[in-house]
């Protein structure tokens, strides 16, 4: 699969593709599909080629991390609005007015 580049073609389930109203440049795609393909991120420049820095490495795995522990949660309670708030793809801008790092 790494070879071949395989990877770069795979799917989220549909489960998870609320995810995309949060990455939505190539780069951030690749990166969500590549952390689902091998559930870490610490050879993505060098199996992709894409180049991003560590720091921007941590902030995309850190903004998957917090999407789905919400969207764990928000199932495990049955809270109907904060699911919706997530598949939306508004919860950072709903959350207590802190600015999302990412809007910038």
Known sequence: ??????FLEAQLPKEKWYLWKY???????HFVKYYYVF???SQFVN????F???RWQQLLLNRIV???????TAR?????????????GKFFKADKGEKDTFDE
């Open 66 to 72: 917090t999407l789905e522990k919400a969207m764990e």
């Open 23 to 29: 990455f939505t440049t190539d780069i951030q795609k």
């Open 47 to 50: 199996h992709t080629g894409f």
């Open 1 to 6: 699969m790494l070879i071949s580049g395989d």
């Open 39 to 41: 559930g870490e991120v």
């Open 52 to 54: 991003c820095k560590i």
């Open 76 to 88: 495990e309670q049955m809270d109907l609005d904060t699911i919706v708030l997530i598949e939306s």
